[in-house]
């Protein structure tokens, strides 16, 4: 249990669906990441939000749309996703944005599944 | 960030020391190293991270060279829990507009009852 929440674990979704995914710390934390992970790839940075700004969007689809209402939420809203798009989406959040000598807490990761 | 080699895999017998090797031989004189590891179909746990001195927490030990070219991540009895995929990353703090947490492709450890 590392003190970030996922939900679900698992989505499998059409693709003319919408679904979003959820992600929820209570860490104190003031930065939260959404992270891709397809098979047998690295993790692929997608959102970054600081105190509930978005910070970085690195080149995502607009079919993918991050919220964070507060800084203890992340939602990440998934609309005419395409099967490629099929993975693990990991949430993790952190003390502060530059990663000064500090940790990043993963949750355990939806995977999701387009059909 | 510096470029990291980790060995693709290694074995390790159950209630053994496992000895994970990193290279980092472009290290800057800021930048931490960190080791994290994935279970299969979990998210990325952190594990342990260093500047200079050797670390230790409940879960591992941290050994950094002298010259912080190399470090090497001790699980001091491993247990068949411990298998995953294990992260060196060397990271420098206080840096804007990259938050990025590069992983490579790491060490799958197989630890073997």
């Known amino acids: 249990e590392t003190g970030v929440t996922q939900t679900p674990r698992h989505l499998v979704m059409g693709m003319t669906n919408k679904k979003s995914l959820k992600c929820e710390q209570h860490?104190?934390?003031?930065?939260m990441y959404w992270y891709k992970q397809s098979a047998k790839k690295p993790l692929e940075l997608m959102f970054v939000y600081s105190l509930e700004e978005r910070v970085e969007n690195n080149s995502v689809p607009s079919r993918f749309s991050p919220e964070c209402p507060n800084s203890s939420h992340l939602f990440l809203h998934l609309h005419t996703l395409q099967p490629e798009d099929s993975a693990l989406y990991l949430c993790?959040?952190?003390?502060?944005?530059?990663?000064?000598?500090?940790?990043?807490?993963f949750g355990q990761g939806t995977r999701l599944t387009v059909v | 960030d510096a470029k990291t080699t980790q060995p693709p895999s290694m074995d390790c017998a159950e209630g053994r020391a496992a000895n994970l090797p990193c290279n980092h031989s472009t290290i800057s004189g800021n930048e931490y190293v960190y080791w994290y590891r994935q279970i299969h179909s979990q998210g990325p746990q952190y594990i342990i991270h260093g500047l200079k001195n050797n670390e230790t927490n409940e879960m591992a030990s941290l050994i950094i060279t002298e010259d912080r070219k190399s470090s090497t991540l001790i699980l001091p009895h491993a247990t068949l829990r411990d298998t995953a995929v294990y992260y060196c990353?060397?990271?420098?703090?206080?840096?804007?507009?990259?938050?990025?947490?590069?992983f490579g492709a790491g060490t799958t450890v197989t630890v073997r009852a």
């Open positions: 993790a959040s952190s003390r502060r944005i530059t990663w000064a000598n500090t940790e990043a807490f």
């Open positions: 860490l104190g934390h003031n930065a």
């Open positions: 990353i060397v990271r420098a703090p206080f840096r804007s507009n990259d938050y990025k947490l590069s």
